[in-house]
Structures are given as C-alpha cells and as structure tokens.
C-alpha cells in the first residue's frame, strides 16, 4: 500500500484514553525529539502533560534548552507541557533505607547479634538499583496521577524493553520472593513453641510491592490506555533492531503503537543532476522504505521528512509536531 | 569415723547409682539408643548445636555444674550433724540429682533440642512459660545474693584473698588478650597466667589487704560489695572475649589444681571426723526439714543443672548412649566433691564452738583452712595453702555470679523491652541486675540468703522434674521415678520458703528486730521468698492439668490403638 | 594525530572501545576498526555487550550467542546472549554441587532457589557483564574490541565493574573476621592447621577477576577509548557531558572521532535545499568542536552514501577511517 | 604389653579432653559460635532471599552457593526457631 492508513493523529482519536506512551527505538535515531513533540501536540490539545526522562543520561534539557532535571518545568511556553528529568539518586537511597530497616527487623528476628550494620550495606548493592530506581520513579509518576497525560523518553530499545519488561521480571521475583517468605512462615510455625501469630513486615513488603507491579503491569499492558512507539530510520540497522524488539514486546504483552518513520529525505528536493552521493542515498532510503512497508505495513503512523537543520527548541519541535501529527 | 570411710561409701553409692539404677532408667525406661539421631547432629549449626566428644563434655559439664554450690551447702548443713548431711548427699545425689540431671537433658534431646520455656510452653502451658521466665529471673537474682555474699565474707575474712583475686583478673585479661588478639599457643599462654595467678596468691600472703588499706577498709562489706559488682559488671558488658571467658579460663586451673591436690590431702591425712554427727533438729536457720534440705542443693540435687543440662549440654551430646555418663555420671562426680566440702568442715576444726566461731564469718573462711590443711599435707606451707583455698572460693563463686548478672542484663532487655526500649541498653539492664543484687549482699542476712537460694534452686529442680514428668506422661512411660522426686522437692521447699519467708517478715520485720539496711534486705528477701512461692504454686496447679490431660489423652489413645 | 598514528604508536592498548550517544555509529566502527587490524594481520575479537546489538546485521552473519565466529581470517566476532550465560551458569553451579558431595541429584531446595535465580532482575546484564570477564582473561587475542551499548548504559556496565568490587569487599571482610575466630578456636584446641575457607578463596578469585577487567578499562597504557560525535549541537553537548562521566571511572580518553561529515566536493555539485543548509550546520559545529576539542580530535569521518552493512561497505568505512592499507 | 600402652594413651588422652573441657572448652565453643552466626549473617545478606527477605542478591552470590549448600537447612531452621530466654542460659 506504501502509505500511512492510520496516522498518529488518527490513532490518537480513535483510542481517546490513551495515557501512556513511549518512544523506542535503537540510538540516534530522534526517539527524544519525538518524545518532545508528542508531549507538545498533547499540551496543544489541552491536557496537562507530562513529558519524563527515564533516560541515564538525560537530553531534555537540551532539546528544550531549559533546565528540567530533578523537578517538572514548563516548556515551549505552553502552560499545560512539563517536562522532566528524573533524578534517581533519592529513590536510590530510599529504597537501599527500606532494604536496610528489612534486613534490621529480620537480624532482631532471627536473634543475631553480630554486629552487622557494616555488612548489611552489602546486601543493597546491586547493579539493578538504579535500574529498579528509574522503574519506580516511572511508576509512581503513573500512579500519583497529577497529568492527564505521559510522554515517555526511554533509553534505547534494550533498555526501554527492560524498563517496561520489570513489571513482569519483578513480578517474577516478587512471586517467587512470597513462596521463600510463606515457606519460611510455615516452616517457623513448625518451629515455634508458642504458635503465636506475628507481624511479618517483610510479608507486607513484598504483598505492596507485588501489589505494585501487578498494577504496573495491569497500565503498561492496557491497549487503551498505554501505547508504545517504535521510530526508525530508513536505514538496514535501526529496522532491524525494531523489528526484534517489536517481537519481544509483544511477548511481554506490550501495546505496540506503531512505527514512526524519521529522516526521510523529500524527494521533490532531487532533480536528474543531482549529486551522486544524493542520489544514492535517497536510493538507499527508497529501498529500505520498501522495507518498512513490507515488514511495518499498516503500523506506520508517521514518515517524517529530514529537516534541514537539527530540531531543537520550540520552533523546531513545533515544526515537528506538524509533521507527526499531520491530519 | 575417718573421713576416708566417708568418701567410700560416697563411692559405693556412686557405683550402684550409676551401674545399677541409672542404667536401668536409661536402658529400660528411657530406652537410650545410639542409633537415633541427637539434635547436636541433627541440627548442628555450630551456634547453639554443636556434636562435641564425651570426654570433653565432661569436663564442660563438671565445670558448669560444680561451682560454689557443693561446697558451701555441705559446710552449713553441718551445723545439723555431718550424718544427716551425709546422708542427705548420698541419698539425694541417688533418688534426686542425677534423674533430675539426665532426665533434664533427655527431655531436651528428646525434643528436637528445644530449651524450657519452648517444653513449658509445650507440655505445659504457655503461662507456665511466662511464670518460669520470671521465677528464673529472681532465681538468677538469688544466685547473684548467695554468691556475692560468699565473695564479700570471704574477702573480709581472708585478708590474702583480694591480692589472689586482683591477680587472676589481670591474668584473665592478658590470657583474653594473648587468645583472641595475639593468638599465643595456648600452653604458653596457660602457663604465663597461670604463674601470674598463683604469683599473685602468694603476694597475698605477704601483703594481706589489711596492710595496704587498713583495718576499716578491708573489712568493709561495702568496698568487696561494690568490687564484686564492678566485676560482673565488666563481665556483662564488655565484649565476652575480654574479660569473662579468658578469667573463667584461668581459675578453671587454680580451682582444679587445688581440688586436686586437695584430695591427695586427704587421703595422706585421712583425719577422722571432729565435730558431732548429729546436733539437733532445729538450729539458728531452722529445723532440719525442710532446711537442710535446701541448705545443701547443689551436691545432692539442683535446678542449676537442668538449665545447663537443656540449654547447654543437651545441644552437644553425640549420642543418646552420653546421656548417662555426662547427665548422671558427673552428678555422681559432683556428690563427691559435696562429700569433699563435708569432711573439710567436719574434721579441721578440733571443736564444734571453734567451728561455729570460723562459720560466723563465712563458709569461705571455713573451707580455705581446709583446703590450706590438705594442701599442706602434699607440702605447700599452710598460709599459702589457706590463701589459695580462698581464691578458689571466690573464684567458685564470681565465675557464677558473672554469669549469671550477665543472664539478667539479657532477662532484663527480654522481659522489660516492651515496657522501654531503655532495658535493652546493657548498661541498663547490667546496673538493674547489680543494684538488685548489691542491696541482697549488703543488707541481707547471708545465711538466710543461702537458704533462699537453696529454696530457688531446689524449686527450680522441682520444676524441671514437673517438666519431665510431664513429657513421660505424654510418650506413655513409667514416670513415678521422677515423680516421687518432684514431690518430695516441691513440698520441701515451698515449706522451706514460707518458713523462711515467715521467720523474715513476720518474725523479724514485723516483730521490729530490724533496723536500717537490714530491714531492707530482709524485707526484700521475704518478699522474694513470697514471690517463688506463689509463682511454684500456679506452676503445679498448671503442672497438675497438664498431667490430668495426658492421662486422658492416653486413656482415649489407648482403646481406639488396640 | 591521526587514529592510525594512535594505533601505530600505541601498540599495546590492545582493548579499543568507541563511546557515545546511540546512532552516532559506533558498531559500525567497532567493525571497521577490527576489519582493519585484522587486515594488518593482528588477531582481533570484536564483541558486543549490547543485548540489541548489530553486529549480526553489520556482517550480515548470525553470530548471536554463537561465541567468537570467524568473519575473515584473524577477525572474530561475537555477540553474547545472556540467557544462554544464564543457563550455562545455572549449570555450572549445579554441577559443582553435585561433584562436591558426591550427590546424583540436586536437592530440591537448592534447585529451586538456582531456577528461581535466573528471575533475578539484574542477572541478563552481569551476565553479560561477566562474559566480557571470561572473554578478557581468557586471552588469546592481539586487539580486543568492545562493541559498547550505547552511553548511560555504558556507564552502567562499568559501575557494575564497581558495584561488585564493593559488594565482594565488604563480604569478604566479614569473611576475614570470621576466620579471626577459626583462629582462636584453632588456639584453645591446639589445631595447627586450619582449613582454608573455600568461600574465601572463591571471592579472591571473583575480585581477581573483576579487578582484571576493570584495570584494563581504566588503564591508558592498555586501553584506547575513543567518542563518537557529529557535528550537531545537541550531539556536541551530550558528548561533552558523557566525557565528564567518564572521566569519573577513571575512563582513558584516547581521542574523539567526528562521524557523518559531508564531504565538501559535494558543495560544489548540484545539491538540494536540506543538504546545503545541513552543511552550513555542519560548518559551524565543525568550528564548534575544533574549539572545544582541538587536537583530540583523530579523524573526521565522511558520510556514507548508504548505510554500512557488508563487508565491502565495512572496508569502504575502515578505509575512510584509517586511510588506505 | 602394646595395648597396654595405647590404654594408657588412651586414659591420658581422656584426661586431657576433661581439663580441655573444664578450662577451655567454654572459649572454644564462644570462638566457634561468634564464627557461625557470622556465617548466618554471611549467608543472610548474600541469599536472604531464600528466606523471602527482599535482597537482591548479585549475580555473584549464586556462585557460592555451593559453599553453603550443606548448611542451608540448619541455617534456615536457626533463622526461623523461636527462642526464649531460658536458649540463652548455658
């Protein structure tokens, strides 16, 4: 068919609920400049937006040219349009002082009177904490529910998909942490003289966080609510990685959006004494189109032309928004 | 008659306790058997399960066991006669002490190593548990009382003894520090502080504490008081390496040594027995039932064992066939030592006013002379001997008495945490335990306070026998032989503290003898004394449903089995 | 300096890494690179931690998960598959189980809790993470080539490298302390020798390893890290702030690599709207970074005129990034 | 004569494990118990979450899992039981 059936715009109105979306896609290829559109259109349309870096290494501030880290900002000179860079430092060393106290009532438990606060530090070093940390920051962005509306600019794909797939990994962990914890019940039942029944704060613990994640998992997995977008250029590599994770997203039970095409060279702008370098590369793109068509088919929601300059600030990005959103 | 006699028919009692009755409980009834599994295997988790060899846990066992308790109970209960007292040894070591000991261990091995306030909890009821947690706490307490106050006589009548004591702490310390710290090969470390330690006897008798601090010092109750306390109080809180360990470590040898060679003594000068073998029925502290009967508790039977026998000696047994030798073996090894104290007080003193006179001052005083005489038969001069037969008490007693305010500062943050986090403080709970024991030394009567403890502790062995009673009734086997025994010492001493009790709040408080701080002690005493007794008795109301319901459960077991 | 000179001069950074900011084209040069070497006759492995890595697509040759794969002669490539790590792992524990105690079946508990690991949240990336350990210290190679995610999660690979030099240091402490009180014991009762604790000896071999890894990455004499940038504003700004997060891991910076420079024949040929305003972007920010980097700056790399998969195409690149050879 | 001698070893042997047991034992044991729940602890922050205590253990832990594994039950038995004062007497 070779051409957008359901725009973006036309997406967005046929699924009004829609709360939560990303933009994915391997490096490079503009997942943050789409992110700032797509917050910026939905400004535009009168609902209060957030748009949140979850990104280790954010770029917001400069798209916007505007200080965003830690705390949300106006942007664009749109009062409705947020934008922020998480910082995940906090949420780090909140969940280490959690894991801490846990580990204290556990040590008082169990009758252990080694001293043990120099080692207890040890059991919350993990590589996944900032990992986690991002994760929740997300998801309590979700669940205060202060916006009508969330843009997410995720890490690359790998990440992205691990971002969004921690629902399910720690829905796993959690599943599995609750049978050692009831076992671990059970078997000190059988080994308590007085039967008596006890507080288990780390029962608690794990049924919120459970609780959580299945909530987590319950909006990131709502087709109606949640939509995931992959951009790509036309170009072998950035497809190929989509199309993998494409895949794996829809394993994790992830609503795929649909594909936003970037970097399109126009080609009313080639003329037959083009450069040869020109030439070849819109040849390039043609084919790798044919490509997109073939593989994305009618879940390309936008091709969006190569600008002449990189998008960054208001101007640009309503430029852009033009163009992703066109009717 | 000659002492010797004494210590072989305390032998022949031993032999026929340990070969004949205590094998039949532990082959027939009990039916030991080396292939179960014990919990110290079982569950080894080298914390509080730990498989240990029975050779060893002999020695832990004596040690944990024998402490001041044989010695001094024998050395007051003479006062009746040295034959009811004998005679007390011998047949409670046989029908009492040892069931109470071995069957104090079975039970815990038999039940996955669980200690008793779990089996009481258990077998029992659970407010039985709760009522045991706190009677132990002012058993502890009277330990502390009894022993402080043997220290502080001591102290005050041995002038050479402070010097001793003084030394072996600081070779405590240093052997604590070469262990842990410097890792030295023990037998150098061994010898090193052991020298320093005998050193330090012998320095006490040149320079007797009255010579250095004067006459009023050195007899101060106070100043000993509040030495003993500062001890334990070192002992409770600072790290167990470093002070109450390698000092345990230390005396273990001095106090060895000396029973040792205490006993060659007297088989060298197998003197006869001076003082009358029966007095009268009823002296100063009280008729001799129940009294003399709680007067010598540990030596003839003992609810300090029962603790260490399930909490501690239980988790370390190899093999159910170790329940014998260790649990009943050693109490036998025990009943000798009490004979050992008994001919000491009987034959040293030429008269029963000479001896009454040594007694006045304290049971120290009495069994150093005996040690320094019989040490002065293998060829040590006799002040040395004498000094180092009051070391040897002290140290009996303070390697208790630590251990036991270092149990209350833990009972204390257990018990009383809930009310403010400020008992689980060490300091807190250590100074608690001090102060409470501090008023029982300086204001108490020691004699009463002996016969107190003694109350507690025979008590306590009464409760244990409840306990085992309880689980023989449940598994189905004959129980009498720990029954009768269980009721026997539970008559005694609920009388024995009531008594007791009686003579101290009706008679002396009441009747306005008392004045000043020994009004306090007394009061304090009588109303602990009060307190067991009631605590004793909704224990064997508890106790006596419990049994009522195995029956039961058995009886409708029973025909539905068949 | 030009990047040959650099290889020329420095021959023993034999680990080479390129950094920056996703889609800048640091797989493609990782591939170059090792094309290059591997043409001069060194023995190369380049690999890639990245779990949505290209190089499969760049050689156009399946590799995932296959280890190291000969692409031409001396040229291996490798892509690692966590879940297989994972598995091979699991194995690894089971099976030291078994031939420990002897035993013909891993007890339940103990299967379970090693199945129950694999959900663990971080186990995919320190696989990986301690593939790139084996691949290190194993050796066998004359160039090691790192193909690296792209920038926060690079940082993540080696704050991993000190995350778990923490964790092992603070547990093998407790370990030290637990063998003081072996020693007292050993004292009271005489024991000349002691055991050796084998949890001991096995975190000394964990942080040994570790410690060679992440020497070798922080290590200038051994190591060449180069930055990828454009000639892009925002590109220029994240890569500066990325250097500075560098820096904090003790990173070498051996020098930046500009990429997708157009090539300035192509001014004078008839072009269209975009790409004249493009160069006159590319003008300014090549200023930009000549002031702001200078002399660090190795090569400038010329746009392709289509995208870099194949090995004709990866010459082409190698050519363009080291000249011919 | 020779099993006369090796009784002899053998009396002289018991001996030396009484006193052993008398003096040093006590110490012995403390050394050998502060080491083993330092060991719990070891294992607790390392593989609590066999337990269910939410500790994310790192990859590295399962690695030593082998180490532990004969402990694992007494470890989890000596985590779990309740204790009383009357454990902590002897």
Redesign the interface.
Known sequence: MNQVVTSMYKYFHENPRLKYIFFGGKGGVGKTVMAGAAALWSAKQGRKTLLASTNPVHSLSNLFGQNVFGRPVVVCDEENCHAFEIDTRDTIERSKKEIREKINWFLKFADITTKAEDFIESATMNPAFEESAMFENMIDLMFKDEYDFYVFDTAPTANARRLLGMSKVYGLWVDKMLKSREEAKSLRELLSFSKKKEKDPLLDYLLNFKDRMAHAKELLTDDALTAFFFVTLPESLPIAVITRFINWFYEFGIPVGGVVVNGLIPKEQLCADSAEFVKNRVKMQEEHMEEIWKIFDDRVRAVVPLFDTEVKGPDMLNKMVDHLFVK | MNAIYVLIIGLVVAVIGYRVYAKYIDSKVIQADPKRMTPAKM????????P??R??????????IAGAGPIIGPIIAIQWGWLPAMVWILAGTFFIGWVHDYSSAMIAMRNDG??????S??LIS?RA?II??SF?YFYLLLIVGAFGAVVVNTAVALKGAPMAWLFLTIAGVLAGQM??RW?????VT?VITVVIAMAGIFLGTLAPSNQILGDALSNSRWLWAIAAFVFCYFASVLP??RFS??I??VA??IV?LGLFFGIIGIFITHPEFTLPAFTSFEIPIGPIWPIMFVTIACGAVSGWHS??C????ARQLESEMDARPVGAGIMFLEMMLALFALIIAGTIYSSSSEYAAALVKGPGGVFAAGVGKFLNAVGLPLDYGKSYGSVMMIVLAITIMQLVVR?MR??TA??LSDISPIFKNVHVGTLVASALGMILVITGWWQYLWVLFGGANQLMASLALMLVSAWLISEGKPAAWAMIPMFFMFVTTIAALLYTSYNLLIVKVLGGALKGEALIGNTLMGLTGIFLVIAALILAIEGFKAFRRFRTMRGQAAPSGA | MSLTKIFEQYPDRRYIMFGGKGGLGKTTFSAATSYYLAKKGKKVLVFSVDPQASLTDIFQKDIFGKGPTEIIPNLYAQEIDADKRVKAYQQEVRQKILDMYGMDKIPEEIESYIQAAAAEPAMEESAIFDEVVDIVVRGGYDYYIYDLVPLGHALYYLSMASVYDAWIDKITKLREQMREYDQVAAVMQREKELDEDAILNELLYIKERINKSSSILTDKAKTAFFFVLTAEDMIIKDTQKAAALFAKFDVPLSGYIINRVLPSELKSENIPEYLKNRFLMQEHYLEVIKNDFGNEILASVPEMERDVTGLPMIEKLAKAMFGDF | MAEKEKKKGGFFQSVKEFVYGVAAHDSARFALKTRASMEHLFILITMGDMLGVPILPPYYSLRLLPYVVPQISTWKRRMLREKDLTDGLA
């Open positions: 569950y080894m988790d080298g914390v509080e399960f730990m240990t060899s050779n060893i846990l002999y020695g832990y066992q004596f040690k944990s669980a200690s008793f306030g779990g089996l909890h258990r659970p548990r045991l947690l132990i262990i842990y890792k030295v090969d023990i037998i061994t167990i390496w360990l390698p345990n470590y273990a040898y060895f603790i260490v399930s909490s501690g000696t149990f833990v009972a257990e018990l």
